[in-house]
């Protein structure tokens, strides 16, 4: 354990961060203070980095995905970079983690927990380097012989939002750097620090100049001009479906760079009469209070057979309220404070809205008074209406709406009325039921008797406006690589001209 994990008090002065190009650290012009959103007080200061900046960034990346020095070493060789940094990210586990809490507000044990599942993802990649493969055709006939090989994309640029600053990041960099590509790395605003720190990491386990670059700044400049700019050959975004959108329209408008799209969800939890209610009232506590409910995967439409609906309602009321929410710096804190205030605000209003648009409030949906952070009641609604904003729109908080249903194919079309398709729970005991479930419902993941489970060896995306492409796992390499289709002719040509 390191010193800052031990005594976990804040910083006395916000930490001043550099942004990192052609592996040098550079200092922005413009800074801007983030706070904790738990404390209220400064705690880093990032640069606003400029178009210029980002120019700068791609054309290192470039230049270090042409030189070969990535691109053209072995699997083994890369998978050797990626162990070493797993090791180092385990020595500065705690250190990771407490800059996580310190920006995001989430608590200090589940920022750990996280950290431990990106050293997993960098150990996970390092066996997907060695085993990225191509194919071959040796049924084209004596005279021919066909190999398809993989070959990294290129340079590609990596946008990320605040909710799992750390974790979201190594879901995907060291996939992309065991494909071979260099990358641009765009963390957001409010989040940065994690990202940054990922620069000092994979410096010091040798990786060569150019390849892993991270411009800091706006979305809406950096972001933009990255999702616009020419030389970036994939952009893989992580957000909300509404960027995701933008991005769609600045590839199309550029040089349609290829697109790796992880958005929304407005996902749901089917809970069957024959499920352990016990069971299933703990994971839709967990699925929708996590993170704050600020997660993509979070559980926020419940979806429970009606014979069960009262007494299910009430365990989940009854374990809602022991959550222990609080100061994240806590170790005993399950969950912490909102992110932004923009967020917070967001999520406050649709609780006025499920309101007034007559849903019945069961918990929750009041601001808690801890201090000087930014702390919301896990809240649930019940009898919402299909048409509702609380059932339809992504809230991105903790608020659950509950709705009931008589038979299978009821809970299957409610779970499908979305837009969206990121990932679904489901409680029973019935087999036959759970997979006629599982195919019917849209979603890029699925959790039976289980939620929010997995590892990195498992792809991650979404269905329907949820997203394109997968992150992770061998596919998760296999995203960032382009595919050639090579044909070898053997012996004498067939001549055309007689
Ligand atoms: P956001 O879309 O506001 O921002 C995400 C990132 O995009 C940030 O780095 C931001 O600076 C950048 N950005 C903003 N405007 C941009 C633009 N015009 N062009 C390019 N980049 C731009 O999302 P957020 O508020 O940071 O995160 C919350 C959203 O992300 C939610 O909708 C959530 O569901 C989604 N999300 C999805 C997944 C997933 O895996 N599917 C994971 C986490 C979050």
Redesign the pocket.
Known sequence: MDQIARTLSLPETPREFGFFIDGEWRHGRELAEQRSPAHGVPVTRVARCTTDDLNDAVAAARRAFEDRSWAGISGGERAGVLLRAAEILRRRRDEVAYWEVLENGKPIAQARAEIEGCIACFETAAGAARLLHGDSFNSLGDGLFGMVLREPIGVVGL??????PFL?LCERVPFILASGCTMVV????VTSATTLILAEILTEVGLPKGVYNVVTG???SV??A??EHADIDMLS????????R??VH?AADSNFKKLGL????KNPIIVFADSDLEDAADAAAFGISFNTG????SSSRLIVEASVADEFERLLVEKMARIRIGDPLDEATQVGAITTEA?NRTILDYIAKGRDEGARLLTGGEVLEIGAGRFIAPTLFSGVRRDMAIARD?I?GPVLSSFRFETVDEAIAIANDTVYG?AASLWTKDLDKALVVTRRVSAGRFWVNTIMAGGPEMP???FKQ??WGR?AGVYGVEEYTQIKSVHVEIGKRKHWIG
């Open positions: 946008i990320t939002p605040w909710n799992f979201i765009k963390p957001s605003e706006p979305g809406r972001g933009q990255m999702a975004f992580t957000g909300s479906t509404g960027m995701g933008s991005c600045a992880e958005l929304g969800g600020q997660c993509c995967v967020q992504e991105f990121l991650l995306g979404g949820s997203g992150e």
